[in-house]
């Protein structure tokens, strides 16, 4: 892992530019509703804090769930975050990172909602839902 530093992203159109701190952790998630809103499991870097958007950038912000937001751009449809509500906690989408060299695959969750037509080979930690919560402490032991 690198030291968590400042870095920019955007969306595919380039509307919306965003700067967030992260050190290249990436967690895959398999549940049904990232894969839904992203068209395959979600890659997510997660964030230190909030990300500064740039001045007129046009997010959406579509409420997924009790616990969560997700951020889009509202001019080309790109997934942007994933945002668990009363908790810092975001989790941006890889590839919306201009610089995605220092990123490392750090762990799976919600395996067990992963269909069978993909495999990954990395060998990384694998829960059968989310980590520990970070406002709870709360989460689960890797599975098998």
């Known amino acids: 892992m690198t030291d968590i530093v400042e870095r920019a992203g955007g969306c595919l159109c380039g509307a919306v530019r965003f700067r967030a701190r992260h050190g290249g952790e990436v ?6 509703m990232c894969r839904r809103a992203t068209g395959g499991p979600l890659f997510a870097v997660l ?15 579509y409420h997924s769930s009790e616990q969560g937001e997700r951020g889009f ?12 509500r009363g908790e810092n906690f975001y989790a941006f989408t890889a590839g919306s990172f201009d ?4 990123m490392v695959l750090t762990s799976q969750i919600f395996i067990d909602d992963k269909p069978g037509f993909y495999a ?8 059968r839902k989310g980590p520990k919560s970070r406002a709870s402490g709360e989460g689960e032991q890797p599975a098998g």
Do not use: K
């Open 27 to 32: 967690s895959l998630c398999h549940c049904s």
């Open 73 to 84: 751009c509202q001019q080309c449809g790109s997934s942007l975050y994933f945002h668990h």
């Open 120 to 127: 990954l080979a990395n060998d990384t930690p694998r829960y």
């Open 99 to 102: 610089d995605q060299g220092p």
């Open 47 to 61: 964030c230190d804090g909030e990300a500064q958007f740039e001045e007129g950038s046009p997010v959406g912000v």
